[in-house]
């Protein structure tokens, strides 16, 4: 019986590890109640048996439960939990292409600083130097930075 239950609390400590690093990694509470019933184990070893035993019983339970962290993350079955894709774009994805300093536009809505103005019959976002600018006037391009366009 003693040899049973041994063998259940290091087997049912080993299992938890094994579960918590291949199939719920990252909630750490299915692998410290592993590690904790296996001490219980090693623990119950040396109450149960004499000394040279339980050591033996001890080494044998930590080769176990390290070869088992090895294999887990040797497996690559963090690979299915890993980010495999990234993003595309950003803020300076070519929306500016085509613009030129010194180019010119018209304002196609107010610019109380910012508002819109059309380049080339292209519908872009402006912000103007010069503060106020009313709908319909001239504009020229003095400075691209980035995703930004400086007129006046």
């Known amino acids: ?13 080993l299992v938890l590890v094994l ?3 291949l199939f719920v990694p990252g909630t750490t509470i299915v692998g410290i109640f ?4 296996s001490i219980a184990g090693v623990y119950y070893a040396f109450v149960s048996f004499e000394p040279m ?15 088992a962290i090895i294999y887990g993350f040797s ?10 894709s990234s993003m595309e774009g950003g803020a300076f994805d ?10 010119i536009g018209t304002a196609s809505s107010d ?3 910012i508002g819109k103005a059309v380049f080339d019959e292209k519908i872009y976002e402006v912000n103007s130097t010069n ?3 009313p709908v319909e006037s001239v504009i020229t391009i003095v400075k691209i930075e980035n995703n930004k366009i400086l007129v006046r």
Do not use: C, Y
């Open 19 to 21: 579960a918590e690093i």
């Open 53 to 67: 035993i339980a050591w033996w019983i001890t080494a044998l339970t930590l080769l176990l439960n390290l070869g």
């Open 1 to 13: 019986m003693t040899i049973l239950v041994l063998a259940s609390l290091l087997l049912i400590g």
């Open 94 to 103: 070519g929306r500016t292409d085509g613009l030129h300093i010194g180019m």
């Open 131 to 133: 503060g106020f600018i």
């Open 111 to 113: 610019l109380k600083p």
């Open 75 to 84: 497996s690559g079955i963090w690979k299915r939990f890993s980010l495999k």
């Open 34 to 37: 592993g590690i904790i019933v």
